[in-house]
């Protein structure tokens, strides 16, 4: 069932609607709450976050058409050059209650695979449909995607700890411009968030997180990182619609 909600919400409406879910509202307060923390180690959501520069979205467990509407909302936010920094969260309504950091994996990978197949723009043809390939990534309505995950289950990393909910960080590739993995600006913000990240998750950066483009390694690990310092093994669960058998 389609939902009659806008896909797209912005920091007013959380404090001005009042046909939002309630479990929502609960969800956003804690983020804000988080993220906006001197402490927070991402200057950049912490500055969106404050200045309203984020947008989000929120799917249900039993409905999750509202997605692909609200990122191909969200994407349209870049053709205006002074959003070029935004990010979009999707809150996902919570479990009953709060399963194993494997149970939001599987369910993230899920999302991503439904965000995928619900896709009807042709992937670039350049870009790998094989995240085993180390230049892959997420891409939707044709634009390049990191994405997220952060949820409950996170106990030691609590940077990735930000209330009851899943929720998914969507960065299209475009915000990094002037900031990639090999260029001096992207060194060295890359550096000082890692060094805030590891100050408040006391430990060490995961041994997946690199910068896109390194030959060795794979982009879709970093997507959605272990609680721990143990790289993530085995085959990624995403399935690009013209690999599927």
């Not at 919400?9 to 929502?24: C, G, I, S, V």
């Not at 890692?194 to 998750?201: G, L, N, P, Q």
């Not at 993530?232 to 619609?241: A, R, T």
């Amino acid at each position: 069932m389609q939902t009659t909600i806008p896909a797209l919400l912005t920091k007013e409406d959380f404090m001005n609607r009042n046909d939002l879910p309630d479990w929502l509202l609960r969800e956003y307060k804690t983020f804000h709450e988080t993220v906006t923390d001197k402490t927070f180690p991402c200057y950049f959501g912490r500055s969106g976050e404050l200045k309203g520069e984020l947008r989000y979205a929120y799917i249900s467990q039993a409905d999750w058409s509202n997605l692909p509407v609200a990122v191909a909302e969200f994407l349209t936010l870049f053709e205006d050059p002074k959003h070029k920094r935004h990010g979009l969260f999707v809150f996902v309504e919570p479990f009953e209650s709060e399963g194993q950091l494997d149970d939001y994996r599987k369910q993230f990978w899920e999302i991503l695979q439904y965000l995928h197949d619900m896709d009807e723009t042709e992937w670039p043809e350049q870009a790998p449909r094989d995240p085993d390939h180390y230049l892959w990534d997420f891409n939707f309505k044709g634009e390049p995607i990191f994405i997220f995950g952060n949820a409950p289950a996170y106990k030691q990393r609590r940077t990735r700890h930000l209330g009851n909910s899943m929720v998914l960080g969507f960065q299209p590739r475009r915000i990094f411009e002037g900031l990639t993995g090999t260029e001096k600006g992207g060194i060295m913000s890359r550096e000082k968030v890692r060094e805030r990240v590891e100050k408040w998750d006391e430990l060490p950066t995961h041994p997946d997180i690199s910068h896109f483009g390194d030959p060795e390694h794979n982009e879709w690990k970093q997507f959605f990182i272990g609680d721990d310092i143990e790289p993530i093994k085995g085959k990624c669960p995403f399935s690009h619609k013209e690999l599927q058998l």
